[in-house]
Structures are given as C-alpha cells and as structure tokens.
C-alpha cells in the first residue's frame, strides 16, 4: 500500500482480533465462496502483522469466527506491504470443481 504520508500510518495493536485493529490501517479481502451475497469471510492485516477475521452466515457477522491463515507485513518508505495465505481448507464452498466467487478488497 503506497502512502503519500507514511509517518501517518497508525498501527500500534499487534494482538489477534486486538479490539483496536478496525481503529488501525489495515487492508482486507472479503470471499463470497457462494456468490450469494449472503455468505462470505472476511481476512484483514494491519502494517505490523496484526490479524482479524470474520464470517457471515445469512447476512450476520461473526467476528469471533477464527480460520486458520497467514498473514506477514512490512512497512517500507512509501507505506507498506502485506501478503496472505489463506488455505481453501479453511473456507466453505459449494462442490465441485467449477466455482464462482465474489470478492473484495479494501484499504484503510
């Protein structure tokens, strides 16, 4: 993520799911594994490898879902980096080998 003021970057809660992590910069993938608007995961990492994630069943959010995933960041410069390893065993999908999913992305 580029930053045209990296030195405004907040990142100070390094905990899982740390309560103050939606208060952070953080950048986050949503899947919707069923392509229904309804059902989806929520994965989101902060500069300091700080890590929350989240699941919605019928529209509602679980926040206290906890999948099992990797995440690493690291600040540079300009702003920072991130990456993600997210196992297909850690989502539900529909069967079969043709899929269709929808997906998100956000930086704050």
């Known amino acids: 993520m580029l930053d045209r003021a990296p030195e405004l970057i907040v990142a100070n809660d390094l905990r899982r799911d740390g309560a103050n992590q939606s208060n952070q910069d953080q950048f986050g993938v949503t899947l919707d594994t069923f392509h ?57 999908y529909a069967p079969g080998r043709e899929q269709t999913w929808a997906s998100s992305f956000a930086a704050s």
């Open 36 to 92: 229904d608007g309804r059902n989806d995961f929520f994965f989101a990492i902060s500069p300091i490898g700080g890590m929350r994630e989240g699941v919605a069943t019928d529209e509602r959010p679980e926040m206290n879902w906890n999948g099992v995933w990797e995440g690493k960041s690291a600040r540079f410069d300009g702003g920072w980096t991130t990456e993600m390893a997210i196992p297909f065993k850690t989502l539900r």
